[in-house]
C-alpha cells in the first residue's frame, strides 16, 4: 500500500519564489498515494504570496494553503507539521519557499526512509555565505553542551520525518520555540529514534529577500541558549531519561 506523503513549505514573503518552488516540488508528491499533499503556510506575508498561493491552488489540486497574521518561522512550522499529523501523513517532508534545496534530490531520500524516523540534509557544500555556515556550526555546538545530543546539521530545511513519530516528539518542545527544527533534530537523537543525514546541495535564496539577517540570528543566539534550557527541561519529562543506546 502506498504511504501519503505531506510536503509541507512556510512562505513569508516569498511572492518572488513560488511559482517556481511550487512547480519544481510538486511532482514529488507522486511517490505517495492520492492523499498526499503540498501544505503551504502564509505568515503574515506583506507582499502578493497570497495572492500568487491562491493562483497556485487552481492549478495544482493536491496543494493547500492557508494565510494567518505573522508569528514567525517556528509557530509556522509547528502549525504545519500539526495540520499534517492530524490529516492524517504517513510522512512528512519539510522544505522551504525560497529555492535553496532541490527537488531532484528527493528521490534518494525517500529510499532511505526504510527503518529511518527521519532522513535530514547534511548541507556539506553550501553557497549561501561563510557566515551561515558557522552559524549552523555554532548551533550544533550548542545543542551538543546543553542537550548531550550530536547533529551533524541541525536546522537543515530538507527533512523527511515518519509523522507517528514526530506526533509523540512535537509535545516536547517549548510551546514559543523559535528554531523548532532544531530542536526538533535534537530530539529525534535524544530519543534514540533511527535517523540518517544526506548530503544535499544547498542554494543561495533564488529570490526575493532573506527576512533574517546574520546580525539578527546572531541576537538570537542568547534566546536560543535559554530555549535549550528550557527544552532539556521538557524532554526529560516528556520523553524521559536520555535513550540509553548513545
Given at each position: 500500500m502506498a504511504e501519503t506523503l505531506y510536503?509541507?513549505?512556510?512562505?513569508?514573503?516569498?511572492?518572488?519564489?513560488?511559482?517556481?518552488?511550487?512547480?519544481?516540488?510538486?511532482?514529488?508528491?507522486?511517490?505517495?498515494?492520492?492523499?498526499?499533499?503540498?501544505?503551504?503556510?502564509?505568515?503574515?506575508?506583506t507582499d502578493e504570496s497570497a495572492v500568487v498561493l491562491e493562483e497556485l491552488a487552481a492549478r495544482y489540486p493536491q496543494l493547500h494553503w492557508w494565510s494567518r497574521e505573522n508569528r514567525g518561522h517556528g509557530a509556522t512550522i509547528r502549525e504545519l507539521y500539526e495540520e499534517a499529523v492530524a490529516a492524517g501523513a504517513d510522512w512528512i517532508l519539510q522544505?522551504?519557499?525560497d529555492g535553496q534545496t532541490l527537488s531532484?534530490?528527493?528521490?534518494?531520500?525517500?529510499?532511505?526512509?526504510?527503518?529511518?524516523?527521519?532522513?535530514?540534509?547534511d548541507r556539506h557544500e553550501r553557497e549561501d555565505g561563510s557566515w551561515r555556515r558557522f552559524v549552523s556550526w555554532v548551533l550544533v555546538q550548542l545543542i551538543r553542551l546543553r542537550l548531550g545530543v550530536h547533529l551533524i546539521d541541525a536546522n537543515t530545511p530538507y527533512r523527511l520525518m515518519r509523522a507517528e513519530v514526530l506526533?509523540?516528539?512535537?509535545?516536547?518542545?517549548?510551546?514559543?520555540?523559535?528554531?523548532?527544527?532544531?530542536?526538533?533534530?535534537?530530539?529525534?537523537?535524544?530519543?534514540?529514534?533511527?535517523?540518517?543525514?544526506?548530503?544535499?546541495?544547498?542554494?543561495a535564496r533564488q529570490g526575493g529577500v532573506n527576512s533574517i539577517d546574520v546580525p539578527a540570528i546572531l541576537r538570537h543566539g542568547r534566546r536560543f541558549w535559554g530555549e535549550l534550557g528550557r527544552a532539556r527541561a521538557s524532554f526529560r519529562s516528556v520523553l524521559g531519561p536520555r535513550w540509553r543506546g548513545h
Open positions: 510536503l509541507v513549505m512556510p512562505a513569508y514573503n516569498e511572492a518572488a519564489n513560488l511559482r517556481d518552488v511550487v512547480a519544481d516540488w510538486y511532482p514529488v508528491l507522486a511517490a505517495g498515494d492520492e492523499a498526499s499533499r503540498m501544505l503551504i503556510l502564509d505568515d503574515g506575508s522544505t522551504d519557499s531532484s534530490e528527493f528521490a534518494s531520500f525517500w529510499m532511505r526512509r526504510s527503518g529511518m524516523a527521519m532522513v535530514i540534509g506526533a509523540r516528539l512535537l509535545p516536547a518542545l517549548p510551546k514559543d520555540a523559535h528554531l523548532v527544527n532544531a530542536l526538533l533534530a535534537a530530539a529525534f537523537v535524544y530519543d534514540g529514534q533511527p535517523c540518517t543525514w544526506v548530503p544535499i546541495s544547498f542554494r
